[in-house]
């Protein structure tokens, strides 16, 4: 089955323990966004990646790192994770040239 | 101004009538424009892709684009409570996969 297999769904941390949301695609998809959605703000990207090693800033990068050693995974670090960065998780893949992304099942994150 | 706005809702129609959900967007040079449909805590899901000026219809769904109005909007004939969702506007900016989106429109639909 073609998807975006996010981990973990539900996490509780507290402030500045280091994480890693793990992202993968069974779709052979070159392009791979990480999303924050928050009430009323909506679907904010984080970073994107058109390809193995090619990694860029979205919107709102700060206190995230990501990176894209091979193709179908892209994770999301949080180096020191701060309650600011409590949100919904997603992220989404898409091949090159079709623009509809395919979304992970999210990932819940609180800090506190 | 935001890059893709959309009424949040909440829209609240009866069973069987038409949803109508409007979007703008405020990059003219926008080339590819979506609806999302999501649910209570899951993710968005797909349902509507549109490139050109004009209608685009699948099922029960129409899409309408208008690129000099820099409008997007999405009708919901016949309308069914598992419908009820929030629908998400995307439009991709630069034909690179970019996708901005919409804070989304609630929608519920009554029996």
């Known amino acids: 089955e073609a998807q975006v297999t996010q981990n973990p769904r539900y996490l509780i941390t507290v402030t500045g323990k280091k994480l890693t949301v793990t992202c993968s695609q069974n779709m052979n998809h070159e392009y791979m966004s990480w999303y924050r959605q928050d009430p009323g703000l909506g679907l904010r990207q984080i970073y994107y990646?058109?390809?193995?090693?090619?990694?860029d800033k979205g919107d709102v990068p700060e206190g995230y790192k990501v990176s894209r050693k091979e193709k179908r995974n892209f994770p999301l670090i949080l180096e020191s994770p701060s309650p600011n960065q409590t949100s919904l998780y997603f992220c989404?893949?898409?091949?090159?040239?079709?623009?509809?992304?395919?979304f992970g099942s999210g990932t819940r994150l609180t800090v506190v | 101004q935001k890059e893709v706005e959309q009424n949040s809702g909440p829209l609240s129609v009866p069973e069987g009538a038409i949803a109508s959900l409007n979007c703008t967007y405020s990059?003219?040079?926008?080339?590819?424009f979506f609806w999302y449909r999501q649910y209570s805590g899951k993710s968005p899901e797909l349902i509507m892709s549109i490139y050109s000026n004009g209608d685009k219809e699948d099922g029960r769904f129409t899409a309408q684009l208008n690129k000099a109005s820099q409008y997007v909007s999405l009708l919901i004939r016949d309308s069914q409570p598992s419908d009820s969702a929030t629908y998400l506007c995307a439009v991709n900016k630069d034909n690179n996969n970019d996708m901005r989106f919409g804070a989304g429109t609630r929608l519920t639909v009554k029996p």
């Open positions: 989404a893949s898409s091949s090159w040239g079709e623009y509809g992304y395919t």
């Open positions: 990059d003219r040079g926008s080339q590819s």
């Open positions: 990646s058109m390809n193995v090693e090619v990694t």
